[in-house]
T-cell receptor, first 112, second 117 residues
Framework: SQKIEQNSEALNIQEGKTATLTCNYT??????LQWYRQDPGRGPVFLLL?????KEKRKERLKVTFDTTLKQSLFHITASQPADSATYLC???????????FGIGTKLQVIP | SAVISQKPSRDICQRGTSLTIQCQVD?????MFWYRQQPGQSLTLIAT?????????ESGFVIDKFPISRPNLTFSTLTVSNMSPEDSSIYLC??????????????FGSGTRLTVV
């Protein structure tokens, strides 16, 4: 069955460093991969989408890579700030109207 | 992208009762999605609600337990029926950020935190 793995343990990093979060998947051939941010008591907020034919996508301090051979996406936040502390979810979709499948999310804590 | 108002934000309910969750969107949308997020688990799609037709339920979810209404293109409700403690979860509604274009992701309501005692 399809499986998405995100590190369920919290990631603690020092302010100013680059945070790297991992999303691995098996038994899936996604057309695209999305990343969301979720704060406590709030719904997820869409951040970025990267398609299967794209290697890298950037948006301000965010960078996402997508390696369909490794079946992995990396999500980077450069010059991290305490305000970046949240849970980050990856989601995979097959294109057209197809439901996306979410990972469990990784909690990021940026320490001042 | 659309803005979703979801209510209630939280509730504590007695087992055996039902709770109806409402979502109002500030623009007309064809599809609305209902998710459940249980503690320590990923977002799981319950059903897709299209205006004017029966909702489409995912495996493991049934209409008798989670009836959905979609009376118009801006509003939907999800009812959690005959609740048990296992239904304690966060429930979220969602719409496409841009209809038919996955580039914009999905927009979510703020969620309803349900506790069944």
């Amino acid at each position: 069955s399809q499986k998405i793995e995100q590190n369920s343990e919290a990631l603690n990093i020092q302010e100013g460093k680059t945070a790297t979060l991992t999303c691995n998947y098996t038994n899936y051939s996604p057309a695209y991969l999305q990343w969301y941010r979720q704060d406590p008591g709030r719904g997820p907020v869409f951040l970025l989408l990267i398609r299967e034919n794209e290697k890298e996508k950037r948006k301000e301090r965010l960078k996402v890579t997508f390696d369909t051979t490794l079946k992995q996406s990396l999500f980077h936040i450069t010059a991290s700030q305490p305000a970046d502390s949240a849970t980050y979810l990856c989601a995979l979709g097959s294109g057209g109207y197809q439901k996306v499948t979410f990972g469990i999310g990784t909690k990021l804590q940026v320490i001042p | 992208s659309a803005v979703i108002s979801q209510k209630p934000s939280r509730d504590i309910c007695q087992r055996g009762t039902s709770l109806t969750i409402q979502c109002q969107v500030d623009s007309q949308v064809t599809m609305m999605f209902w998710y459940r997020q249980q503690p320590g688990q990923s977002l799981t799609l319950i059903a897709t609600a299209n205006q004017g037709s029966e909702a489409t339920y995912e495996s493991g979810f049934v209409i008798d337990k989670f009836p959905i209404s979609r009376p118009n293109l801006t509003f939907s409700t999800l009812t959690v029926s005959n609740m048990s403690p296992e239904d304690s979860s966060i429930y979220l509604c969602s719409v496409e950020g841009e209809p038919g274009d996955s580039t914009y992701g999905y927009t979510f309501g703020s969620g309803t935190r349900l506790t069944v005692v």
